[in-house]
């Protein structure tokens, strides 16, 4: 026996030691089964998501990073080549002319629907879909309620004004009769009067 087993022999007794407990070790087996299989799925749903964002990233920059390129191209072209294309005034004239045409073709920064555009395009065309149709519908409603309301009010006035003019009616009968019989009145009245003188 070499010095190193005699010393842990001495130091552990045979006695203190525990036979583990079969059902905890066949539950920490299983938790480490699980373990292992559960943990690859989640890290690779992971690199899918990160790669996604950066796809999705690269995507929204595309037209601007493209333009970006041909015009570093061009500007390559020019240092390198500038001094050969510029030698004469004929050549510069047909190389360097005084107007610049560019060409593109109709609906170059429409991308087809077919094409996947990313989540965060998508995302971001569907919002802008749906402000337009709420506030087209907002407009509408708008317009309904306005209507309704001038039709209620219209009602209202209308009502209001025949009653008015009811009332007008009946205070002018009313008046008339007040004349007629202040006018019955008041002529007795005076007959006394002219009497006592």
């Not at 010095?3 to 480490?32: C, H, M, R, W």
């Not at 333009?67 to 570093?72: G, T, Y």
């Not at 004349?179 to 007795?188: A, G, N, Q, R, V």
Request: net charge negative; aromatic share 6%; proline share 4%.
């Amino acid at each position: 026996m070499d010095n190193f087993q005699a010393i842990t022999i001495q130091k552990v007794n045979a006695t203190d030691l525990e036979v583990p407990n079969p059902v905890i070790t066949s539950f920490a087996i299983g938790a480490f089964c699980l373990y292992m299989f559960l943990v690859p799925i989640v890290t690779m749903n992971l690199l899918i998501a990160i790669m996604g964002d950066s796809y999705d990233r690269v995507r929204d920059n595309e037209v601007v990073e493209g333009r970006l390129q041909k015009a570093e191209v061009l500007a390559d072209m020019d240092r390198t080549w500038g001094f050969w294309l510029a030698r004469n005034n004929a050549q510069r004239n047909k190389n360097y002319p005084r107007c610049f045409h560019v060409l593109e073709p109709e609906g170059l920064d429409m991308q087809d629907e077919s094409e996947w555009e990313g989540r965060l395009k998508a995302l971001r065309k569907a919002l802008k879909e749906s402000d337009i149709k709420i506030d087209t519908l907002q407009k509408e409603l708008n317009e309904k309620i306005d209507k309704k309301v001038d039709e209620k009010v219209d009602a209202l006035d209308k009502k209001l004004d025949d009653k008015i003019d009811g009332l007008d009616n009946k205070t002018d009968a009313l008046d008339k009769k007040l004349d007629t019989l202040i006018k019955h009145l008041i002529p007795p009245a005076k007959e006394e009067k002219k009497e006592e003188a």
